[in-house]
Nanobody
Framework: QVQLVESGGGLVQPGGSLRLSCAASGSVFSINAWGWYRQAPGRQRELVAD???????NYGDFAKGRFTISRNNAKKTVTLQMNGLIPEDTAVYYCRAYHKRPPATVYERLWGQGTQVTVSL
């Protein structure tokens, strides 16, 4: 089956940058949309950024102007470039994708295992 694996998380100082990556592996047939979500302790999972099959990109308010999502269809990956990080960005970041494989006619939502991002002095 298809798995999503995130990488690139770690510890960074405020004002620093970090690039997260997510790769799809296994019996991948078609992915039409990618997204990044995050969840801090005691908080609900929230949208960071997503990109749809038609190129539309949406960012959470906190991410606008600081984060950039991009996808590489050939490599079956999506990345999240995070600049100007602040302590409030500390969370587990999850990759999400919608995958379809015939004979299915709709896309299945998939989640990665998450990668920890810690912004601290």
């Amino acid at each position: 089956q298809v798995q999503l694996v995130e990488s690139g998380g770690g510890l960074v100082q405020p004002g620093g940058s970090l690039r997260l990556s997510c790769a799809a592996s296994g019996s991948v047939f078609s992915i039409n949309a990618w997204g990044w979500y995050r969840q801090a302790p005691g908080r609900q999972r929230e949208l960071v950024a997503d990109t749809t099959e038609d190129g539309e990109i949406n960012y959470g308010d906190f991410a606008k102007g600081r984060f950039t999502i991009s996808r590489n269809n050939a490599k079956k990956t999506v990345t999240l470039q995070m600049n100007g990080l602040i302590p409030e960005d500390t969370a587990v970041y999850y990759c999400r994708a919608y995958h379809k494989r015939p004979p299915a006619t709709v896309y299945e939502r998939l989640w990665g295992q998450g990668t920890q991002v810690t912004v601290s002095l």
